[in-house]
């Protein structure tokens, strides 16, 4: 998620052990192929074999409407040590629709199969090429053409988040299509979009049919639920304990050390809003306390008074202070 899972939080996501591969924030090409340097700010985990700290693989996602340029920034990637690459087709920010990058290409099947094959044939055999996409531009039935789109073009699997372009992020995410399209193609699909519990999880996984699921806003609101999830399909992960906020917090700070973005003002900036993504999903009801606080000790301070005043009354308990 753009501007959003970073590499700290990617590593700090990661460390839970419940995701199998993270997606890089989406790397813009446009006139210029971006150069190494691009690649390795925006994602420095190629400089250790494109994982996490952790582990975890890190896929790396590009955006752009020309084939020929696509293919070549993904051979950069490649150069640098890429273990996978994705296509953004989702993206709805108006300035990247407007340069022919994103959602915008959800109304030329054609052109999505050109891109995919494209980075497809330049990209080794061995590492996948992924796509991913949106129900349409203002159609949710445009998946069907587009999505069979990627896969003629070579897609290793596709992830489906559940909106159109013009819904922006309104609920509801519509997950009946994501299953048609599964119950179509041969390769996998991925089902994305408003997984907020684990009974939504569980709902998108009957609609869906799918064995995979993406999470974004939701793994950041509550991060236990991407455990509750992975034990759900089977995935053997190792015991953690529930992390208080604060807790959290900590952990942060301890995984965006090691990047040279980390700075006191970064950090505060990252961490409100990581607790305002928690508000807005429903997990946590105490942003508006913290949201104007100058350091991130003063947002510990707080949360360690009010958590012992509230706890009775903030569901759910196990996953804030
Ligand atoms: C702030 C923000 C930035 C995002 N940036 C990206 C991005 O760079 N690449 C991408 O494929 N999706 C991006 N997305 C979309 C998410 O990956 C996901 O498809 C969407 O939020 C729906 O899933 P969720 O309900 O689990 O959050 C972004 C979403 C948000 C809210």
């Given at each position: 998620?753009?501007?959003?899972t970073?590499?700290?939080m990617?590593?700090?996501?990661?460390?839970l052990?419940?995701?199998?591969?993270a997606?890089?924030e989406?790397?813009?090409?446009?006139?210029?192929?971006?150069?190494?340097?691009?690649?390795l700010?925006?994602?420095?985990e190629l400089?250790?074999?494109c994982?996490?700290?952790?582990?975890?693989p890190?896929?790396i996602q590009?955006l752009?409407?020309?084939?020929g340029?696509?293919?070549?920034?993904?051979?950069v990637?490649?150069?640098?040590?890429a273990l996978?690459?994705?296509?953004?087709?989702g993206?709805?920010?108006p300035t990247v629709n407007?340069h022919d990058g994103?959602?915008?290409?959800?109304?030329?099947?054609?052109?999505?199969?050109?891109?995919?094959?494209a980075?497809?044939?330049?990209?080794p055999?061995?590492?996948?090429?992924?796509a991913k996409?949106r129900?349409?531009?203002?159609c949710?039935?445009?998946?069907d053409?587009?999505?069979?789109?990627?896969?003629?073009?070579g897609?290793?699997?596709?992830?489906?988040?559940?909106?159109t372009?013009?819904?922006g992020y309104a609920?509801?995410?519509y997950w009946e299509?994501?299953?048609?399209?599964?119950?179509?193609l041969?390769?996998?699909v991925?089902?994305?979009?408003?997984?907020f519990?684990?009974e939504?999880?569980?709902?998108?996984?009957?609609?869906t049919?799918?064995?995979?699921?993406?999470?974004?806003?939701?793994?950041?609101?509550d991060?236990q639920?991407?455990?509750?999830?992975?034990?759900?399909?089977?995935k053997e992960i190792?015991e953690h304990?529930?992390?208080?906020w604060s807790?959290r917090?900590?952990?942060f700070?301890?995984?965006s050390?090691?990047?040279?973005?980390?700075s006191p003002?970064?950090n505060l900036?990252?961490?409100k809003q990581w607790?305002?993504?928690?508000?807005k999903?429903?997990?946590?009801?105490w942003?508006d306390r913290?949201?104007?606080s100058?350091?991130i000790?003063?947002i510990?301070?707080?949360i360690?008074?009010?958590?012992?005043?509230t706890?009775?009354s903030?569901?759910?308990?196990?996953?804030?202070?």
């Amino acid at each position: 998620m753009e501007g959003v899972t970073d590499a700290p939080m990617r590593s700090l996501l990661g460390e839970l052990g419940a995701f199998d591969l993270a997606v890089s924030e989406f790397i813009r090409v446009s006139h210029e192929i971006p150069p190494a340097k691009v690649f390795l700010k925006h994602v420095p985990e190629l400089k250790t074999g494109c994982r996490t700290a952790q582990g975890m693989p890190v896929a790396i996602q590009i955006l752009g409407g020309d084939p020929g340029r696509m293919a070549q920034s993904a051979l950069v990637a490649v150069s640098l040590g890429a273990l996978a690459i994705d296509i953004n087709f989702g993206c709805p920010a108006p300035t990247v629709n407007r340069h022919d990058g994103g959602a915008t290409l959800l109304k030329y099947p054609s052109r999505i199969e050109s891109i995919v094959a494209a980075v497809r044939g330049a990209v080794p055999s061995h590492l996948p090429v992924s796509a991913k996409l949106r129900l349409g531009w203002d159609c949710r039935d445009s998946i069907d053409e587009n999505a069979e789109a990627a896969a003629s073009g070579g897609a290793s699997w596709i992830t489906i988040h559940g909106r159109t372009r013009i819904q922006g992020y309104a609920p509801p995410a519509y997950w009946e299509p994501i299953g048609r399209v599964r119950a179509r193609l041969k390769i996998p699909v991925i089902a994305n979009g408003e997984i907020f519990s684990l009974e939504d999880f569980k709902r998108c996984r009957e609609v869906t049919g799918s064995e995979h699921f993406m999470l974004g806003r939701g793994a950041l609101g509550d991060p236990q639920l991407t455990l509750a999830i992975a034990k759900e399909l089977g995935k053997e992960i190792p015991e953690h304990s529930i992390l208080s906020w604060s807790e959290r917090l900590e952990r942060f700070l301890v995984h965006s050390a090691p990047f040279p973005q980390s700075s006191p003002h970064y950090n505060l900036r990252r961490i409100k809003q990581w607790l305002s993504f928690a508000q807005k999903t429903g997990h946590i009801d105490w942003f508006d306390r913290v949201k104007r606080s100058e350091s991130i000790e003063e947002i510990q301070r707080e949360i360690s008074s009010f958590s012992k005043s509230t706890r009775p009354s903030i569901p759910p308990a196990s996953t804030i202070d």
